[in-house]
Nanobody, 123 residues
Framework: QVQLQESGPGLVKPSQTLSLTCTVSGASITTAFYYWGWIRQPPGKGREWMGA???????WYSSSLKSRTSISRDTSKNQFTLQLSSVTPEDTAVYYC???????????????WGQGTQVTVSS
Protein backbone atom coordinates (compact mmCIF):
# COMPACT_ATOMS: atom_id res chain seq x y z
CA GLN A 1 0.00 0.00 0.00
CA VAL A 2 1.24 3.44 -0.90
CA GLN A 3 1.91 5.68 2.07
CA LEU A 4 3.12 9.26 2.16
CA GLN A 5 4.36 11.17 5.18
CA GLU A 6 5.14 14.88 5.38
CA SER A 7 7.83 16.20 7.70
CA GLY A 8 9.28 19.60 8.47
CA PRO A 9 9.07 22.52 10.85
CA GLY A 10 5.65 23.59 12.05
CA LEU A 11 6.64 27.23 12.52
CA VAL A 12 8.41 29.46 10.02
CA LYS A 13 9.19 33.16 10.35
CA PRO A 14 8.03 35.65 7.73
CA SER A 15 10.46 36.14 4.82
CA GLN A 16 12.10 32.78 5.47
CA THR A 17 11.90 29.62 3.33
CA LEU A 18 9.49 26.86 4.20
CA SER A 19 10.94 23.39 3.58
CA LEU A 20 8.96 20.16 3.74
CA THR A 21 9.84 16.59 2.86
CA CYS A 22 7.52 13.82 1.76
CA THR A 23 8.70 10.27 2.41
CA VAL A 24 7.02 7.64 0.26
CA SER A 25 6.70 3.96 1.08
CA GLY A 26 5.02 1.16 -0.81
CA ALA A 27 5.89 2.69 -4.19
CA SER A 28 8.87 4.19 -5.96
CA ILE A 29 8.76 7.84 -6.96
CA THR A 30 10.60 6.86 -10.16
CA THR A 31 7.90 4.46 -11.35
CA ALA A 32 6.19 5.54 -14.57
CA PHE A 33 3.67 7.14 -14.88
CA TYR A 34 3.09 8.65 -11.45
CA TYR A 35 3.23 12.26 -10.34
CA TRP A 36 4.03 13.50 -6.86
CA GLY A 37 2.48 16.72 -5.74
CA TRP A 38 2.20 19.29 -3.00
CA ILE A 39 -1.17 20.69 -2.01
CA ARG A 40 -2.08 23.07 0.78
CA GLN A 41 -5.20 24.17 2.60
CA PRO A 42 -5.23 27.52 4.38
CA PRO A 43 -7.61 27.87 7.31
CA GLY A 44 -11.18 28.31 6.16
CA LYS A 45 -10.29 27.82 2.48
CA GLY A 46 -10.19 25.04 -0.07
CA ARG A 47 -7.24 22.93 -1.10
CA GLU A 48 -4.76 24.53 -3.49
CA TRP A 49 -2.47 22.61 -5.82
CA MET A 50 1.05 24.05 -5.54
CA GLY A 51 3.14 21.93 -7.86
CA ALA A 52 4.39 18.44 -8.57
CA UNK A 53 7.31 16.42 -9.82
CA UNK A 54 7.12 13.70 -12.41
CA UNK A 55 8.43 10.15 -12.14
CA UNK A 56 11.35 11.30 -14.33
CA UNK A 57 12.17 14.21 -12.03
CA UNK A 58 10.67 17.15 -13.92
CA UNK A 59 8.90 19.65 -11.69
CA TRP A 60 6.05 21.96 -12.66
CA TYR A 61 4.32 24.62 -10.62
CA SER A 62 1.16 26.59 -10.06
CA SER A 63 1.45 29.84 -11.98
CA SER A 64 0.50 31.80 -8.88
CA LEU A 65 3.33 30.30 -6.80
CA LYS A 66 5.93 29.57 -9.45
CA SER A 67 8.25 32.41 -8.53
CA ARG A 68 8.54 31.17 -4.93
CA THR A 69 8.29 27.38 -5.26
CA SER A 70 10.84 24.66 -5.85
CA ILE A 71 10.19 20.92 -5.84
CA SER A 72 13.01 18.38 -5.96
CA ARG A 73 13.58 14.74 -5.09
CA ASP A 74 16.06 12.31 -3.56
CA THR A 75 15.55 8.98 -5.26
CA SER A 76 17.95 7.20 -2.90
CA LYS A 77 15.59 8.02 -0.03
CA ASN A 78 12.38 7.85 -2.05
CA GLN A 79 11.56 11.38 -0.97
CA PHE A 80 10.52 14.60 -2.62
CA THR A 81 10.71 18.07 -1.14
CA LEU A 82 8.96 21.41 -1.27
CA GLN A 83 10.60 24.75 -0.75
CA LEU A 84 8.51 27.92 -0.61
CA SER A 85 10.50 31.11 -0.27
CA SER A 86 9.65 34.54 1.14
CA VAL A 87 6.75 33.24 3.18
CA THR A 88 4.12 35.48 4.73
CA PRO A 89 1.32 34.73 7.21
CA GLU A 90 -0.89 34.05 4.17
CA ASP A 91 1.17 30.90 3.60
CA THR A 92 -0.11 29.45 6.87
CA ALA A 93 -1.84 26.20 5.96
CA VAL A 94 -1.95 22.45 6.27
CA TYR A 95 0.46 21.12 3.67
CA TYR A 96 -0.09 17.75 2.02
CA CYS A 97 1.91 15.58 -0.31
CA UNK A 98 0.00 13.31 -2.64
CA UNK A 99 0.23 11.07 -5.70
CA UNK A 100 -1.60 11.19 -9.01
CA UNK A 101 -1.67 8.75 -11.90
CA UNK A 102 -1.74 11.54 -14.47
CA UNK A 103 0.01 14.92 -14.81
CA UNK A 104 -2.78 16.88 -13.18
CA UNK A 105 -3.16 20.22 -11.46
CA UNK A 106 -6.54 19.14 -10.08
CA UNK A 107 -6.61 18.15 -6.45
CA UNK A 108 -9.33 15.62 -7.25
CA UNK A 109 -6.93 13.57 -9.36
CA UNK A 110 -4.62 12.81 -6.43
CA UNK A 111 -5.49 9.41 -5.01
CA UNK A 112 -2.98 8.81 -2.23
CA TRP A 113 -2.34 11.49 0.38
CA GLY A 114 -0.22 12.08 3.41
CA GLN A 115 -1.95 13.04 6.63
CA GLY A 116 -0.90 16.65 6.25
CA THR A 117 1.29 18.87 8.37
CA GLN A 118 0.39 22.24 9.84
CA VAL A 119 2.76 25.06 9.00
CA THR A 120 2.30 28.42 10.65
CA VAL A 121 4.09 31.54 9.46
CA SER A 122 4.56 33.90 12.35
CA SER A 123 7.25 35.93 14.02
Amino acid sequence: QVQLQESGPGLVKPSQTLSLTCTVSGASITTAFYYWGWIRQPPGKGREWMGAITYSGRPWYSSSLKSRTSISRDTSKNQFTLQLSSVTPEDTAVYYCARAAQPSTSVADYDYWGQGTQVTVSS
